[in-house]
């Protein structure tokens, strides 16, 4: 049997192409907009220029200078480029000074330091309604002579500038707000999606939007894509899977050394897969769209999905400092996998397990099979294990009840937590667990079925996304 291949149907081309009209206006920035926008560059450029040493070059970077930003995300990003021989110590310190020293009071602006892998200044102008972020960074001509990660992002403009035409450019907007409703945009920790430079590439390589449906839909791993592949890269695709670890690869065509796809999770791969097939096969609006929700009266909702599971909630909620995103959102993933792992162990298997952090709240919801335990089954080594026998059987040897399935050895003993409560407040109490550094005890609250508002739709908003197919 043939593998399916998934196209547009020749008789659905004339709605498509109504949709991607539609969509179009939806999200492309209006010309007030990118007016406020340009006002905006010409206003802070300006600035710099007074303030910036001569061999430091002013760079307009990001969406916006690429034309592809979509509405509503018309922030700014300029960079200050500095000469390669600088340390990046005084590079750092030189931008965050000048970032400060361009902030107007009198118009209503402000600005905070940023972290990335060095620190960046952002202002907030705010009568504008837009942000500014100035980066310091070194000027490279090529890949290879970068001091940092955002050092491409100059090679990045130059490309896409020189390869995308206008329509591309719509194409892209299209792009980023179909896997923006189907929250998949985006590289970051919380979303391991797919980035505005990566929805670039994709855009270029196979053409156009449409290109990029047909092309996901009809994936097959490894996927690799090499679009800037030079005559001296003879690189097959096992020797990239190798390198990058990973079977979805976009090589950066700026640097070779650089899979752009690299924070794109399994999850997000096939979640693109299917919606692009969901779409070719029926340009619907709703499902361009994905489904709306409103987390309006959540904690009622979250009642409702219970009683459907059949299940408790426990909400195990942090008060968290306001730093940096992703290093909040893994720390946060790593206790809710310890605990989802720790809750199995003892018999408590989550049926769904979520986690959501905004400002200074984190929250991870596990719904649970309402059940309550007194006896468990500890499962122990294999038979041909001699002396992990013993010591196993020493270590319970108070366990009323043991036998042999198979070749492991096994007690049937009190259990040590009765139900998920006693065991997620134990995790929490216990010392030696050493919980994250951002994440205190002292600061935490679990909540069982009955869960505060702010905290419901954080779980609310989780739950929504997961299962917004």
Not at 396 to 416: F, G, M, Q, W
Request: net charge positive; with cysteine.
């Amino acid at each position: 049997m043939k593998d399916e291949k998934y196209s547009l149907a020749a008789s659905s081309k004339a709605k498509f192409d109504m949709l991607l009209k539609e969509v179009l206006s939806d999200f492309k920035p209006s010309k007030q907009e990118i007016d406020n926008a340009k006002v905006a560059i010409n206003e802070i450029m300006g600035r710099l220029m007074k303030k910036t040493p001569k061999n430091v070059e002013i760079l307009l970077a990001g969406s916006v200078a690429r034309g592809t930003q979509i509405k509503g995300n018309s922030d700014i990003d300029i960079f200050l480029l500095f000469p390669r021989e600088m340390k990046d110590t005084v590079i750092e310190k030189k931008g965050l000074e000048i970032g400060k020293a361009i902030v107007n009071k009198k118009k209503n602006e402000s600005c905070i330091v940023k972290y990335a892998e060095h620190p960046y200044t952002r202002l907030f102008l705010k009568d504008l309604a837009l942000n500014v972020d100035i980066v310091p960074a070194y000027k490279i001509e090529h890949a290879k002579d970068r001091g940092t990660a955002v050092d491409r992002t100059q090679l990045h403009n130059d490309f896409v500038n020189s390869h995308l035409t206008e329509k591309q450019r719509d194409d892209v907007r299209i792009l980023k707000a179909f896997l923006k409703s189907h929250h998949i945009y985006g590289a970051e920790a919380r979303t391991e999606g797919f980035s505005g430079y990566l929805c670039e590439l994709l855009t270029y390589h196979y053409g156009s939007f449409l290109g990029v449906l047909a092309g996901m839909a009809n994936t097959k791993l490894p996927t690799i894509i090499n679009s800037g592949k030079s005559k001296t890269d003879n690189r097959d695709s096992a020797a990239l899977v190798k390198l990058f670890g990973k079977k979805f690869i976009v090589v950066d065509p700026t640097d070779s050394e650089r899979n752009v796809a690299a924070n794109v999770s399994e999850e997000s791969l096939f979640r693109v897969v299917l919606i692009s097939r969901y779409l070719l096969k029926s340009p619907e609006k709703k499902i361009f769209y994905g489904e709306g929700f409103s987390d309006v009266y959540s904690e009622n909702k979250l009642s409702g999905i219970r009683e459907t599971l059949g299940a408790d909630l426990y909400a195990l909620h942090f008060e968290v400092p306001e730093i940096a995103d992703d290093i909040l959102w893994q720390q946060l993933k790593k206790i809710k996998i310890r605990l989802h792992d720790k809750l199995k162990d003892n018999g408590f298997e989550p049926i769904i397990s979520l986690q959501n952090i905004e400002g200074k709240d984190a929250v991870i919801g596990f719904f649970i099979g309402e059940r309550h335990i007194t006896m468990t089954q500890v499962v122990g080594p294999t038979l041909e294990m001699g002396e992990a026998i013993e010591q196993f059987m020493k270590a319970h040897k108070d366990a009323p009840l043991k036998s042999i399935e198979k070749d492991r050895i096994y007690t049937i003993e009190k259990a040590k937590y009765f139900n998920p409560e006693q065991l997620i407040r134990a995790f929490i109490a216990n010392k030696s667990a050493a919980l994250p550094s951002n994440f205190n005890p002292k600061k935490s609250s679990l909540h069982i079925n009955k869960v505060p508002e702010r905290q419901a739709k954080l779980i609310y908003i989780a739950y929504s996304n997961k299962f917004s197919l």
